[in-house]
């Protein structure tokens, strides 16, 4: 039998050097105007400003008598907001502002108020609710709503002072302020600054992204619309640009390789020669625009983007060149505003149609897709008049085209022996068992079991049929490829043909 080489090469993750802003001195319209994306508050995040409705018969204080200036410091981050608003006799002047910080490990969070100035019985109060780990959820009347986190807390500081909350450790708190001016019957209150300062730690490991368990991609067609998904544990808006290769390997040239940007929202596609040679322009997805290389074309009609708590859906619509005809490997990746990053993972595949049959012809998998622990999979090889012309036949299943750590199986055609590749790729100490006996093979990422296992020669075709066992050791979304060598040592490339997904 010949052992077949698989070389496997590295693939940066397309990096558009887009992160959010960093926090600046203003007015506290500018942070209302950031939204999901936020602004770098040292090496957190702080985002989701938004004004609440106040009590029945306050006034809303201005948001543009109101001044913010950040402190980006990576382990005592702050913002201070500070307003002008003055109450007099009989008036009440409030503001409910609410907003998220994320991005860093928070373990305790201090509110101050001061600069506040009262005569004759009126008052500053300053109170502060916080969720840790979540978000509000509205539950009117019960304002601010429920905690959908670990934990809540209310701080209450009345004119002047300052309070202490200590949580176990989080990645994510919400919060709302609620600071009120009441000059009372006969008094006053005048101004108010109130700081807001955590304790933040990166002395734990951060938890990069990850690419979201959505089932093995299996498909085919001239065009499809795919949906990925990434998670993010601090949350979506804290993704930074999200890749999507579709390639015959990683290979980020001569592919439709897709980048998306989280804070701008934008799409991009890289240019032929891969991530040296540029990117396409910006698409907003949504729109009646497209983006194009010679691979594929990003239609704006029928593609979204929809963030939702810590997981970002990418639907994207996508058009295939006919020069692009071959089955194509799906990978995928993420990368937070931080630069951790997730790693490349295996989708699937994608046929896109018209490619011509050359022999010997790696035909494909049946099923295309599956998830689980054991099934029998069939695959089917052919040559161009006899299957008896068949020496050996390979199918690999693993994240990517790499013979070590794989479930790795060859069939050897003459003498019906089914062999399982060792963990470390060396075919020389292969196992085997033939066809119609009894007894298994097995590695750390599969078993190879011989009841249930057979083969047909039909003609020209040869169809294996192997009852494979995964390891849960070997988890996650896996590609199989497949080759095949004849008797006259003609051998075919690698054609992926099937993906599925090893359950834990």
Same mark, same amino acid.
């Given at each position: 039998?010949?052992?077949?080489?698989?070389?496997?090469?590295?693939?940066?993750?397309?990096?558009?050097?887009?992160?959010?802003?960093?926090?600046?001195?203003?007015?506290?319209?500018?942070?209302?105007?950031?939204?999901?994306?936020?602004?770098?508050?040292?090496?957190?995040?702080?985002?989701?400003?938004?004004?609440?409705?106040?009590? /029945?018969?306050?006034?809303?204080? $201005?948001?543009?008598? !109101?001044?913010?200036?950040?402190?980006?410091?990576?382990?005592?981050?702050?913002?201070?907001? /500070?307003?002008?608003?003055?109450?007099?006799?009989?008036?009440?002047?409030?503001? !409910?502002?609410?907003?998220?910080?994320?991005?860093?490990?928070?373990?305790?969070?201090?509110?101050?108020? +001061?600069?506040?100035?009262?005569?004759?019985?009126? $008052?500053?109060?300053?109170?502060?609710?916080?969720?840790?780990?979540? /978000?509000?959820?509205?539950?009117?009347?019960?304002?601010?709503?429920?905690?959908?986190? +670990?934990?809540?807390?209310?701080?209450?500081?009345?004119?002047?002072?300052?309070?202490?909350?200590?949580?176990?450790?989080?990645?994510?708190?919400?919060?709302?302020?609620?600071?009120?001016?009441?000059?009372?019957?006969?008094?006053?209150? +005048?101004?108010?600054?109130?700081?807001?300062?955590?304790?933040?730690?990166?002395?734990?490991?951060?938890?990069?992204?990850?690419?979201?368990?959505?089932?093995?991609?299996?498909?085919?067609?001239?065009?499809?619309?795919?949906?990925?998904?990434?998670?993010?544990?601090?949350?979506?808006?804290?993704?930074?640009?999200?890749?999507?290769?579709?390639?015959?390997?990683?290979?980020?040239?001569?592919?439709?390789?897709?980048?998306?940007?989280?804070?701008? #929202?934008?799409?991009?596609?890289?240019?032929?020669?891969?991530?040296?040679?540029?990117?396409?322009?910006?698409?907003?997805?949504?729109?009646?625009?497209?983006?194009?290389? @010679?691979?594929?074309?990003?239609?704006?009609?029928?593609?979204?983007?929809?963030?939702?708590? @810590?997981?970002?859906?990418?639907?994207?619509?996508?058009?295939?060149?006919?020069?692009?005809?071959?089955?194509?490997?799906?990978?995928?990746?993420?990368?937070?505003?931080?630069?951790?990053?997730?790693?490349?993972?295996?989708?699937?595949?994608?046929?896109?149609?018209?490619?011509?049959?050359?022999?010997?012809?790696?035909?494909?998998?049946?099923?295309?897709?599956?998830?689980?622990? /054991?099934?029998?999979?069939?695959?089917?090889?052919?040559?161009?008049?006899?299957?008896?012309?068949?020496?050996?036949?390979?199918?690999?299943? @693993?994240?990517?085209?790499?013979?070590?750590?794989?479930?790795?199986?060859?069939?050897?055609?003459?003498?019906?022996?089914?062999?399982?590749?060792?963990?470390?790729?060396?075919?020389?100490?292969?196992?085997?068992?033939?066809?119609?006996?009894?007894? $298994?093979?097995?590695?750390?990422?599969? #078993?190879?079991?011989?009841?249930?296992?057979?083969?047909?020669?039909?003609?020209?075709?040869?169809?294996? @049929?192997?009852?494979?066992?995964? *390891?849960?050791?070997?988890?996650?979304?896996?590609?199989?490829?497949?080759?095949?060598?004849?008797?006259?040592?003609?051998?075919?490339?690698? *054609?992926?043909?099937?993906?599925?997904? !090893?359950?834990?």
């Amino acid at each position: 039998m010949v052992k077949l080489l698989v070389v496997v090469g590295a693939l940066t993750m397309c990096s558009l050097g887009l992160a959010a802003p960093v926090c600046s001195p203003g007015p506290l319209t500018n942070y209302l105007s950031l939204g999901a994306d936020g602004c770098m508050l040292g090496t957190s995040i702080v985002s989701t400003f938004t004004i609440f409705q106040g009590s /029945t018969g306050a006034t809303a204080i $201005s948001p543009s008598t !109101v001044s913010v200036v950040p402190t980006n410091s990576g382990s005592a981050p702050r913002l201070t907001f /500070t307003t002008t608003a003055s109450a007099g006799a009989n008036q009440v002047f409030q503001m !409910v502002l609410g907003y998220r910080i994320t991005g860093s490990t928070f373990t305790s969070d201090t509110i101050t108020l +001061s600069g506040t100035s009262t005569t004759g019985g009126g $008052s500053t109060t300053a109170i502060q609710n916080h969720c840790l780990g979540g /978000t509000f959820v509205p539950n009117p009347p019960n304002f601010p709503g429920v905690c959908s986190g +670990s934990a809540n807390g209310t701080l209450l500081l009345l004119n002047l002072g300052s309070d202490t909350a200590v949580f176990a450790p989080v990645t994510s708190i919400a919060l709302i302020h609620d600071l009120t001016l009441d000059g009372g019957p006969n008094g006053s209150s +005048s101004g108010a600054t109130v700081s807001d300062q955590f304790a933040a730690s990166s002395s734990q490991p951060p938890v990069p992204p990850s690419v979201a368990a959505t089932g093995p991609v299996g498909s085919t067609g001239m065009s499809n619309t795919f949906v990925f998904r990434f998670d993010n544990p601090s949350g979506f808006q804290n993704l930074g640009v999200v890749n999507a290769l579709i390639n015959r390997s990683l290979d980020g040239s001569r592919a439709c390789y897709i980048a998306y940007s989280q804070p701008t #929202r934008t799409l991009f596609l890289v240019n032929d020669d891969g991530p040296a040679s540029g990117l396409s322009a910006g698409l907003a997805l949504g729109s009646s625009n497209n983006v194009s290389n @010679n691979q594929c074309l990003i239609n704006g009609t029928g593609s979204s983007a929809v963030g939702s708590g @810590n997981t970002l859906t990418l639907t994207l619509n996508i058009t295939f060149r006919s020069a692009f005809a071959g089955n194509q490997v799906v990978y995928l990746a993420a990368r937070d505003v931080t630069e951790n990053n997730s790693g490349w993972s295996t989708m699937g595949f994608h046929a896109v149609p018209g490619a011509a049959t050359t022999f010997p012809n790696a035909i494909g998998q049946t099923p295309a897709t599956g998830n689980a622990a /054991t099934s029998t999979i069939r695959f089917d090889y052919e040559d161009q008049t006899s299957a008896g012309n068949l020496r050996t036949t390979w199918a690999l299943i @693993n994240s990517a085209l790499d013979g070590s750590r794989a479930c790795y199986v060859a069939f050897f055609n003459p003498g019906s022996l089914v062999l399982l590749i060792p963990d470390d790729g060396d075919g020389a100490a292969a196992q085997s068992f033939a066809l119609g006996g009894t007894g $298994s093979v097995e590695n750390s990422q599969c #078993r190879i079991n011989s009841q249930g296992s057979s083969v047909v020669r039909s003609g020209a075709r040869l169809t294996l @049929n192997l009852n494979i066992t995964f *390891k849960s050791g070997f988890a996650g979304n896996k590609a199989t490829w497949l080759a095949l060598q004849t008797v006259s040592n003609q051998t075919s490339v690698w *054609k992926a043909a099937g993906a599925w997904q !090893v359950q834990p």
